[in-house]
């Protein structure tokens, strides 16, 4: 279930995410449901927003933590991705195939950003051609990905980088991953945090990490964004996920 709350007051537009379970009581002599109860993944006590041990109801905490989290997207084309689990920390993501622009490394690969914005702004490209921003700008294993508009189907519709460039063109072809989610700058340490607690959440929740997958860094803002607003995500691979015991 996706939430957009009104922009009076909330005029950083928060959206809300829940997963997880309803269940429906249903009386066949009137033919209507007699009782509803939901489950949301991301709390451990259910029970209408009511904690067993007293204190802050688990509930209102997740609500309120969405509400309040202001870390800002952009307004660009994103890969488009289904939630399929909202957990306290994490999300399970199914994403579309979306293609890229990414850097080969070699002699230009300590300038991977301006190599790859050189690209889609024309000078790096055969045909001369301005492509579109997006969001967002992938980093793993010291390689960088721009992610391409959804207007180019296949590597072969993107524009040919020129040669001596350093620039390959791909397609990710999505699937099922793990998503945590973090402000401030994203340096390397920060990153390599990330991955750990999305490590320890996933031991915790029984779900498998990729064999062999690396972490991917997922960065959404400008250089010159408040850190606190700063959008940033870790992404790695799950196997054996199966959605059909959602």
């Known amino acids: ?7 009076i007051p909330f005029f950083w537009q928060p959206s809300l995410t829940f997963t997880g379970t309803s269940v429906m009581g249903y009386n066949p002599e009137t033919s209507k449901v007699k ?3 939901d489950t949301w993944d991301s709390i451990e006590n259910q029970g209408y927003f009511a904690s067993p041990n007293g204190g802050t ?7 309120l933590k969405q509400i309040f989290d202001l870390t800002a997207t952009p307004d660009l084309e994103t890969p488009n991705y289904a939630v399929l689990r909202r957990f306290a920390s994490y999300e399970v ?11 080969a490394g070699g002699a230009n690969s300590g300038n991977a950003f301006g190599v790859l914005a050189g690209y889609i702004f024309g000078q790096g ?10 969001t967002p700008v992938f980093t793993s294993q ?6 391409m508009s959804r207007s180019f189907t296949s590597p072969e519709s993107l524009p040919m980088p020129r040669q001596g460039t350093g620039v390959n063109v791909s397609e990710e072809s999505g699937g099922v991953y793990a ?8 340096t390397e340490n920060a990153a390599k945090d990330a991955e750990q607690r999305l490590d320890d959440a996933l031991r915790r929740s029984g779900l498998i990490r990729a064999a062999d997958s690396p972490s991917s860094l997922a960065q959404y803002n400008e250089p010159l964004t408040n850190p606190l607003q700063r959008r940033n995500e870790l992404l790695v691979k799950l196997e054996g996920f199966e959605k059909g015991k959602l």
């Open 1 to 7: 279930m996706e939430m957009s709350l009104p922009t």
């Open 35 to 37: 009782s509803h109860f």
């Open 57 to 63: 109801p688990e509930g209102v905490t997740e609500i």
């Open 93 to 103: 993501r199914e994403y579309e195939p979306f293609m890229v622009a990414g850097t």
């Open 125 to 134: 490209n055969e045909t001369g051609e301005t492509m579109a921003m997006t």
């Open 142 to 147: 010291g390689k960088m990905q721009f992610v």
């Open 179 to 186: 998503v945590l989610r973090f402000n401030g700058i994203a």
